[in-house]
């Protein structure tokens, strides 16, 4: 492993596949800014990560003066290389049970709160014509999932978005992708995932399980490396069992 001095910025940093994202980074060498809205999760996080590697900095995706003031305030730790969206809310609401108002909870985050990080990441890239961004989106966002009308249409916007930044930043040698994980054991399924959904998960997956978080961030810490993919760009990674490859998987 070669220690690096470049930082990676993971949203969502301290908790779930984020989580698991920061401690995949910096077991490869990396420098992370470990961004998250929960208090007590950075706490939690600072008294386990390693102190000279990894920073736990507050920050609200929503909040575009402040993740200004994050990235301006910590310069000091390395210049920035990479990105990861990690933060991000879900819901699992039938259509008919889901309002304006989720709809707009739910694209404000997990689209414009992705948006607002990449923007000004990606303005403090440009400069080293050298990056990495990769977004997280879900299958929810490719196929038509039950009771993911909100959580599928802000993760399907943030496929077409990425694609769209790929193209205009590859100009400016940054790059990037989305990972668009299957079912994941992390804090968040567990409370949008009863037993009952669970149990219909495992039966059109063909891998039958849940991934587990460092199964997306091995993914993730491979689209960081401008050596091993620096020719992707644009592209949607399912890392889901097999699921969006799936036709009829089973007679039972």
Not at 16 to 45: F, H, N, P, Y
Not at 104 to 124: D, H, P, S, Y
Request: charge should be neutral.
């Amino acid at each position: 492993m070669q220690t690096k001095q470049e930082a990676v910025l993971v949203t969502g940093g301290v908790s779930g596949i984020g989580l698991a994202v920061t401690r995949g980074l910096v077991q490869e060498g990396w420098k992370v800014l470990a961004a998250d809205i929960s208090q007590k999760a950075l706490a939690d996080a600072a008294r386990e990560l390693p102190a000279d590697r990894v920073r736990c900095v507050h920050m609200d995706v929503c909040d575009e003066k402040q993740i200004v003031e994050v990235l301006a305030g910590n310069e000091d730790f390395g210049p920035l290389a990479g990105l990861v969206n990690s933060a991000g809310i879900g819901r699992d609401v039938p259509f008919f049970d889901t309002d304006a108002e989720l709809m707009r909870r739910m694209l404000e985050v997990n689209l414009i709160g992705t948006f607002n990080v990449a923007k000004q990441a990606a303005l403090r890239m440009r400069g080293r014509k050298q990056g990495s961004i990769v977004n997280i989106a879900s299958i929810s966002g490719i196929r038509g999932n039950l009771g993911r009308t909100a959580y599928g249409a802000s993760k399907g916007g943030v496929i077409t978005m990425t694609r769209v930044m790929a193209v205009e930043l590859a100009e400016h040698g940054i790059r990037v992708n989305v990972v668009a994980p299957g079912p994941v054991d992390t804090p968040l399924v567990a409370k949008m995932h009863s037993s009952a959904s669970r149990e219909a998960w495992i039966r059109v997956v063909p891998q039958r399980r849940y991934a587990q978080p460092e199964e997306i961030s091995g993914t993730i810490g491979w689209l960081m490396d401008d050596v091993r993919s620096s020719y992707v760009t644009g592209q949607v990674i399912c890392v889901d069992g097999g699921f969006t490859a799936g036709g009829m998987i089973s007679h039972v």
